[in-house]
């Protein structure tokens, strides 16, 4: 007895969805996460403008960078301070951090403030708010 076409194909045609359901690469993870849960897909291709596959993300992965704590991604952030800007310039910059969401503001010379800007933007997973002024 043969099963549902869905789950028996004979080509890959017969086993996708139509039409793709995609995301693309500028889609926060919460959105991409709720379009993968949503769709009930285990992984979401990631497509250009223009329909190119340039990746392919994980529900689960997804899933696990939503529950990251906000407290733990501050504490990396202040690490990086530590680890990037000079000690007169790490008392000039506060950090927020509220749904993965890294609010950097203060007053710093460029240069410090590009290397920092840099440094958070690496983390994996957070979106960075540069509301850092010159001096």
Do not use: F
């Amino acid at each position: 007895m043969a099963g549902p076409r869905k789950t028996r194909g004979e080509t890959a045609a017969d086993l996708m969805t139509s039409p793709a359901i995609t995301v693309l690469p500028g889609a926060t993870v919460a959105e991409a996460a709720w379009l993968a849960t949503l769709s009930r897909l285990k992984r979401l291709p990631v497509t250009d403008g223009v329909g190119r596959l340039v990746g392919v993300v994980r529900r689960n992965a997804l899933l696990q960078a939503l529950i990251r704590d906000d407290a733990g991604i501050r504490a990396e952030v202040e690490a990086r301070i530590e680890a990037c800007c000079p000690p007169e310039d790490r008392t000039t910059v506060e950090v927020a951090v509220q749904d993965g969401i890294v609010e950097l503001t203060g007053r710093m010379p460029p240069a410090t403030t590009a290397r920092l800007v840099a440094e958070v933007e690496a983390i994996a997973d957070v979106e960075v708010k540069n509301l850092l002024t010159a001096v």
